[in-house]
């Protein structure tokens, strides 16, 4: 399996600010790197596919960034309604599908 | 849209059944169907696909206890895992993987139908 690690686990920041996460794959995954937003209760969400292309009707402040082994999804002037948990995929071997553990987006 | 239904109460070492059904698509035009669960406060954890011909890849941890399949007549795909135990307590949400070139994604997801493991 490729094993994907997120950090910061938890962050907290006020609106406006500008957040980073990073996802970090145990091995060379190109750019098969997707992202994902999960409100409480609710199912998961794409935001972006392919490290970097975000997908349709996703606001313009997320943005994702990275190849190889090295991610990072930025959320730019963060809104109250950011506050989700949002994991990070890998699509490199299709046969076993991998998630990161997760990262809580928490609003001052 | 996808909606997930079964039973939302199993006994340990029973059966979990589950169906998706697929609605304003065909489950024969799209190339995976995926299943995830999440265990209560823990985060994604990736179950399986199932192509569109059948072809079915399984989560290592689960190989051995976990069936996935298609009822194209009904457009439906399914979900069985046997020998439960309280560890399979979770949502499981049915999703459909789409591509764009050679980039794979979950774009559809169902709203998750919660089961527990529990005597």
């Known amino acids: 399996d490729v094993q994907m690690t997120q950090s910061p686990s938890t962050l907290s920041a006020s609106v406006g600010d500008t957040v980073g996460i990073s996802c970090q794959a145990g091995?060379?995954?190109?750019?098969?790197l997707n992202w994902y937003k999960q409100r409480p209760g609710e199912a998961p969400q794409l935001l972006i596919f392919?490290?970097?292309t975000l997908q349709s009707g996703v606001p313009s402040r997320f943005s994702g960034s990275g190849s190889g082994m090295f991610f990072t999804l930025t959320i730019r002037g963060l809104q109250p309604e950011d506050a989700a948990t949002y994991y990070c995929?890998?699509?490199?071997?299709?046969?076993?599908?991998?998630f990161g553990g997760g990262t809580r987006v928490e609003i001052k | 849209q996808l909606q997930e239904s079964g039973p939302g109460l199993v006994k340990p070492a029973g059966t979990l059944s589950l169906t998706c059904t697929v609605s304003?698509?065909?489950?024969?035009?799209?190339?995976?169907w995926t299943w995830v669960r999440q265990p209560p406060g823990e985060g994604l954890k990736w179950v399986g696909e199932?192509?569109?011909?059948?072809?079915?890849n399984y989560s290592p941890s689960l190989r051995g206890r976990v069936t996935m399949s298609l009822d194209k007549a009904n457009n439906q795909l399914s979900l069985n895992l046997t020998s439960v135990t309280a560890a399979d307590t979770a949502i499981y949400y049915c999703?459909?993987?789409?591509?764009?070139?050679?980039?794979?994604?979950?774009?559809?997801w169902g709203t998750g139908a919660t089961v527990v493991v529990s005597s």
């Open positions: 199932i192509s569109h011909t059948g072809t079915a």
């Open positions: 304003g698509d065909s489950i024969s035009n799209s190339l995976w």
């Open positions: 091995r060379d995954i190109d750019r098969y």
């Open positions: 392919g490290a970097t």
């Open positions: 995929q890998q699509s490199y071997t299709l046969q076993v599908v991998t």
């Open positions: 999703a459909r993987t789409s591509k764009i070139q050679y980039y794979y994604y979950i774009d559809v």
